[in-house]
């Protein structure tokens, strides 16, 4: 049974990606304590994303548990940024976060990371936030604030942003030129996301949670690898 004031480990590793050399905050993981207020942080150990096919999520966790001198036995909660994202980044996530919640009895939460993303914002709402970036379009929130998001966002393509009616989009370099210049000609603020652990840390205290078996990636389209299935028998006899 997990302690009478448990851990909250929070992995937010769902787009490794996004980050460049000038920002400090970087993929990672933390370690809070649940109390009456909330979160309390215990710290934040960062994933090395620049090595992306040697996969530093388990060390991160390794160094923070033993840096912090606690035990994974002493969670409670396993909070994940669940995307939308990379694919494979936000699959491991995933993984390891159901892993550790069913190996020490804890329990889970999936968080949207363009919420993680929205916590972090400065601008003035409402804004958006444009995640997952492919050909033409990317998977786009609206926020009045940084806590209140407006549905559980969409794709859009150039077409689509006039209808959000916001002076800032969140985005990070991979979202499609025309969608960037059509930004800008709307009076569109565009400004780099910021994927924060101890965002995603503060974010489970207010989420129910769950049962491992229940945790999900967030994939705004299908899997490349299923689209070319369909194609391919599409195209048969």
Known sequence: MPPAQPLILAIETSNPSAWTPDQPIRAGVALGLADAGGVAPLGVEPVDVTKPHDDDLLPAIDRLFVRLGRRPAELGLVAVSVGPGGYTALRIAVTVGRFIAWSVGARVVGIASARVVAARVTEPGPFAVALASKGDDAFVTRFRSP???????????????????????VADRFLPEPMRARAVDLGMRVVAPVFDPLALLDLSSGSPPGDPAALHPLYPREPEAVVKWRALRARRP
């Open 147 to 169: 806590n209140e998001p407006e549905g559980a966002g969409s794709l859009l393509d150039r077409d689509g942003l006039e209808g959000l009616s916001v002076r800032c989009l």
